[in-house]
């Protein structure tokens, strides 16, 4: 069974920048994509950044420019550097890991608090 452990989350003013890290103990095989979500109070989790096995990025239009996702295979770790953070930014966010080996599985992380306030 894989963990997802997420950190790097906090308080930052806006405009300010965070990156979040998502370190996975154990291995992952197959293929799949590293997501990270946000969920604000009381709402549903939105997609954030996607990073693919083969290192392809995608991103929605909310965080396209701001948002960078990127791994260390080394570390094991997806990490999401976020830039020009907006108060409506701030939510728990969640790394997420969906691929297909002999089955298909989905992990995620516990979550990180990133809140946007001055």
């Known amino acids: 069974q894989v963990q997802l452990v997420e950190s790097g989350g906090g308080l930052v003013q806006p405009g300010g920048s965070l990156r979040l890290s998502c370190a996975a103990s154990g291995s992952i095989w197959g293929i799949y994509v590293t997501n990270w979500y946000w969920q604000a109070p009381g709402k549903q989790r939105e997609l954030v950044a996607t990073?693919?096995?083969?290192?392809?990025?995608n991103y929605p239009d909310s965080t396209k420019g701001r948002f960078t996702i990127s791994r260390s295979n080394a570390k094991n770790t997806v990490y999401l550097q976020m830039n020009s953070l907006k108060p409506e930014d701030t939510g728990v966010y969640y790394c997420n890991v969906k691929g297909r080996w002999s089955s298909v599985y989905d992990y995620w992380g516990q979550g990180t608090q990133v809140t946007v306030s001055s």
């Open positions: 990073i693919s096995s083969a290192g392809s990025t």
